[in-house]
């Protein structure tokens, strides 16, 4: 059963139309959902996010007190943002025909929530998440971790 569903991904993979890390456009997401504040800083540009809004390599993802965001990434991968959270999209490789895949997001701060795509699936070991005080390098499908400022003793 394994083996079959890993043949699955794999030709998923390589089905999957790619051009170079990113569409011609360079998204390499977009915004699945949000409520309350919750913005894109692009280039110094704050953005307020709405369902469609494309994400693009170097994007700041941010909530409010109230906020929440849902991103869908090119490789099908899963972030979700709960309130007070910043992270920056900081490197996405996805074109599984060149054998180059990576997602390298820098969080913060908040709650986040994440569910492996293809990237995971595929190249675990490509896919990083840091944080103030450690990396998550990716062993499994999915985990939450909060940030936050140190607490001192």
């Not at 998204?27 to 307020?48: C, D, K």
């Not at 996805?94 to 795509?117: C, D, I, N, Q, W």
């Not at 070991?125 to 840091?130: G, I, L, M, Y």
């Amino acid at each position: 059963m394994r083996h079959i569903l890993f043949v699955a991904i794999l030709l998923a993979a390589v089905l999957v139309p790619t051009r170079g890390h990113a569409d011609p456009d360079g998204t390499i997401g977009v915004v699945r959902n949000f409520t309350g504040s919750a913005t894109v800083t692009r280039g110094g540009n704050v953005l307020p996010a709405t369902t469609g809004t494309r994400l693009h390599v170097g994007d700041t993802l941010g909530t409010g007190p109230d906020g929440s965001l849902g991103v869908i990434l090119r490789d099908d991968s899963s972030l979700s943002l709960g309130p007070s959270s910043r992270l920056v999209l900081r490197d996405f490789l996805f074109s599984p025909s060149e054998g180059k895949l990576g997602l390298l997001v820098r969080f913060s701060s908040g709650t986040m929530a994440y569910l492996s795509g293809l990237i995971g699936k595929l190249a675990p070991e490509t896919a990083r998440f840091e944080t103030p005080t450690a990396t998550i390098g990716i062993r499994g499908t999915h985990f939450v971790v909060k940030a936050g400022e140190p607490v001192s003793q």
